[in-house]
């Protein structure tokens, strides 16, 4: 069984289902889905965990892509309301949600795995995710690709958290997870818990590019991040950030097509349980 893990709210129930599905239809394994989620209205009004329906529809769809996985939620109010209300990054660009991984250190999720895959909901599988998850962690608390980015602008060694194969009985001995929710609470950061982590972090492992693929996909592409990246240009500079919902976008403007197939899948979803 692979261990995956998303922070989520319901806003984005359809780019976590198009990621969880392409997870699932590409795997030659069942997964345990791990969804970290709490509701947040105060904040925003769709700032809430899945609904029981939701719930249930991605329980089905998953379940039918590879049979044998499951799914569960777990509520991670209490640990937000304990370690995070109030401190310096939650009003940042990023949600709240962001940093729900910070707590895998505290909560057993179902089955007490020793490692587990935290994915970004803007992630899509490419290739079968049996090949990060056997990548021997065992000497490390974590494993995470270069940032595209940060590798050039902050330190050659600054990785991207939006993948990552974590070691949960590594990061429960040194207390990395521990050490980066006081940081995190603080000091105000740009990328609080990625740049936390990169800081932190006593052994970390550098994964392949194709296992966080934040530019062009390439043929040995396991996982596409769909980040915003920049394109440098002789006189100009671009921006792209489209996420895999953007599907005109992904399309015409990505030329990506990689995904059609889940595309459909969630065609026929949509008409059956009308999503929006």
């Given at each position: 069984?692979?261990?995956?893990?998303?922070?989520?709210?319901?806003?984005?129930?359809?780019?976590?289902?198009?990621?969880?599905?392409?997870?699932?239809?590409?795997?030659?394994?069942?997964?345990?889905?791990?969804?970290?989620?709490?509701?947040?209205?105060?904040?925003?009004?769709?700032?809430?965990?899945?609904?029981?329906?939701?719930?249930?529809?991605?329980?089905?769809?998953?379940?039918?892509?590879?049979?044998?996985?499951?799914?569960?939620?777990?509520?991670?109010?209490?640990?937000?309301?304990?370690?995070?209300?109030?401190?310096?990054?939650?009003?940042?660009?990023?949600?709240?949600?962001?940093?729900?991984?910070?707590?895998?250190?505290?909560?057993?999720?179902?089955?007490?795995?020793?490692?587990?895959?935290?994915?970004?909901a803007d992630t899509m599988c490419r290739r079968?995710?049996?090949?990060?998850?056997?990548?021997?962690?065992?000497?490390?608390?974590?494993?995470?690709?270069?940032?595209?980015?940060?590798?050039?602008?902050?330190?050659?060694?600054?990785?991207?958290?939006?993948?990552?194969?974590?070691?949960?009985?590594?990061?429960?001995?040194?207390?990395?997870?521990?050490?980066?929710?006081?940081?995190?609470?603080?000091?105000?950061?740009?990328?609080?818990?990625?740049?936390?982590?990169?800081d932190l972090a006593e052994s970390k492992l550098?994964?392949?590019?194709?296992?966080?693929?934040?530019?062009?996909?390439?043929?040995?592409?396991?996982?596409?991040?769909?980040?915003?990246?920049?394109?440098?240009?002789?006189?100009?500079?671009?921006?792209?950030?489209?996420?895999?919902?953007?599907?005109?976008?992904?399309?015409?403007?990505?030329?990506?097509?990689?995904?059609?197939?889940?595309?459909?899948?969630?065609?026929?979803?949509?008409?059956?349980?009308?999503?929006?």
């Amino acid at each position: 069984m692979i261990h995956i893990c998303y922070n989520v709210n319901g806003k984005i129930f359809r780019g976590l289902l198009m990621s969880a599905l392409s997870v699932a239809k590409r795997s030659s394994r069942p997964v345990y889905f791990h969804i970290l989620s709490m509701d947040l209205p105060e904040r925003d009004p769709g700032w809430v965990s899945l609904s029981d329906e939701r719930l249930a529809i991605f329980r089905e769809a998953v379940g039918s892509a590879a049979p044998g996985s499951k799914v569960e939620q777990i509520d991670c109010r209490g640990y937000y309301e304990e370690y995070f209300a109030g401190g310096k990054n939650q009003r940042s660009f990023y949600t709240p949600y962001a940093q729900l991984r910070l707590f895998l250190d505290l909560i057993t999720p179902d089955g007490d795995p020793d490692k587990i895959i935290y994915l970004d909901a803007d992630t899509m599988c490419r290739r079968d995710i049996s090949e990060l998850w056997d990548v021997d962690i065992s000497a490390y608390e974590f494993g995470a690709s270069l940032d595209a980015a940060g590798r050039y602008w902050i330190d050659e060694n600054y990785c991207n958290s939006g993948v990552m194969l974590i070691n949960l009985r590594r990061i429960r001995e040194t207390g990395l997870f521990a050490e980066t929710r006081r940081q995190v609470n603080r000091r105000t950061m740009f990328m609080p818990d990625q740049s936390a982590l990169n800081d932190l972090a006593e052994s970390k492992l550098v994964l392949p590019r194709r296992f966080n693929e934040q530019r062009a996909i390439r043929d040995d592409t396991v996982i596409k991040h769909f980040c915003r990246w920049l394109r440098f240009y002789p006189l100009w500079v671009k921006m792209f950030n489209y996420k895999q919902w953007q599907v005109d976008e992904v399309h015409k403007k990505l030329k990506i097509h990689d995904f059609d197939d889940i595309y459909d899948d969630i065609k026929e979803l949509e008409k059956k349980y009308a999503l929006e």
